[in-house]
Protein backbone atom coordinates (compact mmCIF):
# COMPACT_ATOMS: atom_id res chain seq x y z
CA UNK A 1 0.00 0.00 0.00
CA UNK A 2 1.28 3.81 -0.93
CA UNK A 3 1.59 5.80 1.94
CA UNK A 4 -0.87 8.23 0.12
CA UNK A 5 -3.31 5.20 -0.01
CA UNK A 6 -2.89 4.15 3.65
CA UNK A 7 -3.68 7.83 4.77
CA UNK A 8 -6.76 7.99 2.66
CA UNK A 9 -7.65 4.85 4.86
CA UNK A 10 -6.78 6.21 7.58
CA UNK A 11 -8.45 9.51 7.21
CA UNK A 12 -11.55 7.58 5.59
CA UNK A 13 -12.15 5.23 8.88
CA UNK A 14 -11.38 8.38 11.70
CA UNK A 15 -14.38 10.26 9.54
CA UNK A 16 -16.39 6.89 9.64
CA UNK A 17 -15.61 6.94 13.34
CA UNK A 18 -16.37 10.26 14.04
CA UNK A 19 -19.84 9.78 12.31
CA UNK A 20 -20.49 6.97 14.00
CA UNK A 21 -19.65 9.05 17.51
CA UNK A 22 -21.89 11.91 17.02
CA UNK A 23 -24.86 10.14 15.50
CA UNK A 24 -24.40 7.96 18.91
CA UNK A 25 -24.56 11.28 21.19
CA UNK A 26 -27.00 13.05 18.50
CA UNK A 27 -29.46 9.91 19.55
CA UNK A 28 -28.22 9.50 23.09
CA UNK A 29 -29.40 13.55 23.61
CA UNK A 30 -32.67 12.52 24.75
CA UNK A 31 -32.43 9.77 28.12
CA UNK A 32 -35.32 7.45 28.86
CA UNK A 33 -37.19 8.61 31.85
CA UNK A 34 -36.94 5.26 33.77
CA UNK A 35 -35.83 1.72 32.84
CA UNK A 36 -38.56 -0.37 31.19
CA UNK A 37 -40.90 -1.86 33.77
CA UNK A 38 -40.94 -5.82 33.91
CA UNK A 39 -44.59 -7.03 32.84
CA UNK A 40 -46.11 -9.14 35.06
CA UNK A 41 -49.21 -11.15 33.85
CA UNK A 42 -50.14 -11.65 37.26
CA UNK A 43 -50.10 -8.32 38.57
CA UNK A 44 -52.65 -6.75 35.62
CA UNK A 45 -55.04 -4.79 36.99
CA UNK A 46 -57.81 -4.25 34.61
CA UNK A 47 -59.07 -0.42 34.75
CA UNK A 48 -62.26 1.24 32.48
CA UNK A 49 -59.88 2.37 30.17
CA UNK A 50 -57.77 -0.93 29.47
CA UNK A 51 -55.17 -2.62 31.41
CA UNK A 52 -51.18 -2.80 31.34
CA UNK A 53 -50.37 -4.44 27.75
CA UNK A 54 -47.60 -7.08 27.36
CA UNK A 55 -44.84 -5.73 25.64
CA UNK A 56 -44.71 -8.54 23.45
CA UNK A 57 -47.93 -7.81 22.12
CA UNK A 58 -47.38 -4.26 20.91
CA UNK A 59 -49.15 -3.54 17.60
CA UNK A 60 -47.10 -0.27 17.25
CA UNK A 61 -45.52 2.45 18.73
CA UNK A 62 -47.22 5.93 18.78
CA UNK A 63 -44.84 8.94 19.36
CA UNK A 64 -46.62 11.56 21.34
CA UNK A 65 -44.25 14.84 22.05
CA UNK A 66 -45.57 17.20 25.12
CA UNK A 67 -43.97 21.09 25.30
CA UNK A 68 -44.60 24.08 26.94
CA UNK A 69 -47.20 24.99 24.93
CA UNK A 70 -49.53 22.58 27.41
CA UNK A 71 -50.17 20.48 24.64
CA UNK A 72 -49.71 16.51 23.45
CA UNK A 73 -48.47 16.10 19.79
CA UNK A 74 -50.89 14.39 18.24
CA UNK A 75 -53.82 15.41 20.64
CA UNK A 76 -55.92 12.63 19.28
CA UNK A 77 -55.52 9.18 19.31
CA UNK A 78 -57.45 6.16 17.56
CA UNK A 79 -57.05 2.66 18.34
CA UNK A 80 -59.06 -0.56 18.10
CA UNK A 81 -60.49 -1.98 20.71
CA UNK A 82 -57.93 -4.82 22.35
CA UNK A 83 -55.07 -3.56 20.78
CA UNK A 84 -51.67 -3.35 22.74
CA UNK A 85 -49.73 -0.22 21.87
CA UNK A 86 -46.72 1.50 23.15
CA UNK A 87 -46.55 5.53 23.57
CA UNK A 88 -43.58 6.69 23.13
CA UNK A 89 -43.44 10.19 25.23
CA UNK A 90 -40.58 12.62 24.94
CA UNK A 91 -40.90 16.12 26.24
CA UNK A 92 -39.60 18.55 24.59
CA UNK A 93 -40.39 21.70 26.98
CA UNK A 94 -38.23 23.08 29.61
CA UNK A 95 -40.13 21.86 32.38
CA UNK A 96 -41.56 18.47 33.76
CA UNK A 97 -44.55 16.98 32.28
CA UNK A 98 -46.28 13.74 31.82
CA UNK A 99 -48.76 11.27 30.15
CA UNK A 100 -51.52 10.14 31.85
CA UNK A 101 -54.39 7.91 30.83
CA UNK A 102 -57.79 7.35 31.92
CA UNK A 103 -61.67 8.45 31.96
CA UNK A 104 -62.12 12.12 31.95
CA UNK A 105 -64.26 12.03 35.51
CA UNK A 106 -60.87 10.23 36.97
CA UNK A 107 -58.48 12.44 35.33
CA UNK A 108 -60.25 15.35 36.58
CA UNK A 109 -59.95 13.80 40.54
CA UNK A 110 -56.58 12.90 40.31
CA UNK A 111 -56.02 16.83 39.17
CA UNK A 112 -57.69 17.71 41.62
CA UNK A 113 -55.56 15.58 44.29
CA UNK A 114 -52.85 16.72 42.59
CA UNK A 115 -53.35 20.44 43.46
CA UNK A 116 -53.94 19.65 47.05
CA UNK A 117 -50.64 17.98 47.02
CA UNK A 118 -48.28 19.34 44.64
CA UNK A 119 -45.49 17.15 46.16
CA UNK A 120 -47.79 13.61 45.82
CA UNK A 121 -45.37 10.87 44.15
CA UNK A 122 -47.27 8.85 41.76
CA UNK A 123 -46.48 5.67 39.99
CA UNK A 124 -48.27 3.50 37.98
CA UNK A 125 -48.53 1.84 34.42
CA UNK A 126 -51.15 4.18 32.70
CA UNK A 127 -48.48 7.01 32.85
CA UNK A 128 -45.61 8.23 32.22
CA UNK A 129 -43.64 11.47 34.06
CA UNK A 130 -40.81 12.89 31.83
CA UNK A 131 -38.55 15.43 32.70
CA UNK A 132 -37.57 17.81 29.86
CA UNK A 133 -35.01 15.81 26.92
CA UNK A 134 -35.87 12.89 28.21
CA UNK A 135 -38.64 10.23 26.87
CA UNK A 136 -40.89 7.63 28.45
CA UNK A 137 -42.83 4.78 27.67
CA UNK A 138 -46.13 3.20 28.27
CA UNK A 139 -47.49 -0.34 26.75
CA UNK A 140 -51.33 -0.09 27.18
CA UNK A 141 -53.89 -2.31 26.08
CA UNK A 142 -57.38 -0.92 25.26
CA UNK A 143 -59.94 -3.36 26.21
CA UNK A 144 -62.72 -1.51 26.06
CA UNK A 145 -64.30 0.91 23.13
CA UNK A 146 -64.88 4.43 23.86
CA UNK A 147 -63.63 7.51 24.60
CA UNK A 148 -60.72 8.45 26.90
CA UNK A 149 -58.24 10.95 27.52
CA UNK A 150 -54.37 11.14 28.05
CA UNK A 151 -53.65 14.28 30.63
CA UNK A 152 -51.21 15.99 31.82
CA UNK A 153 -51.63 16.59 35.56
CA UNK A 154 -48.77 18.58 36.82
CA UNK A 155 -50.49 21.76 38.74
CA UNK A 156 -51.57 24.39 35.90
CA UNK A 157 -50.63 21.93 33.46
CA UNK A 158 -54.34 20.40 32.86
CA UNK A 159 -55.81 22.90 33.74
CA UNK A 160 -54.55 25.18 30.58
CA UNK A 161 -55.79 22.51 28.48
CA UNK A 162 -52.77 19.59 28.67
CA UNK A 163 -55.41 17.07 27.82
CA UNK A 164 -55.65 14.56 24.74
CA UNK A 165 -58.83 11.91 23.65
CA UNK A 166 -58.22 8.61 23.26
CA UNK A 167 -61.06 6.93 20.44
CA UNK A 168 -61.21 3.73 20.89
CA UNK A 169 -63.32 1.54 18.27
CU1 LIG B 1 -47.38 19.21 31.63
Redesign the pocket.
Known amino acids: MKTNERLFYIAFFWALTLLTTSAVHAHGDAHRNAAPRKFNSAQVETTAFGQEGNPAKVTRTIQIS ?1 D ?1 T ?1 RFNPGTLTVQKGETVRLRVANR ?1 A ?4 LVIGTPKELAEHADLMRKFPDMQHEAPHMAHVKPNEWGDIVWQFTQAGEFQFA ?3 P ?3 EAG ?1 IGKVVVK
Not at 95 to 98: A, G, I, L, Q, Y
Request: hydrophobic share 45%; proline share 0%; with cysteine.
Open positions: MDMGVMHECLIGHYM
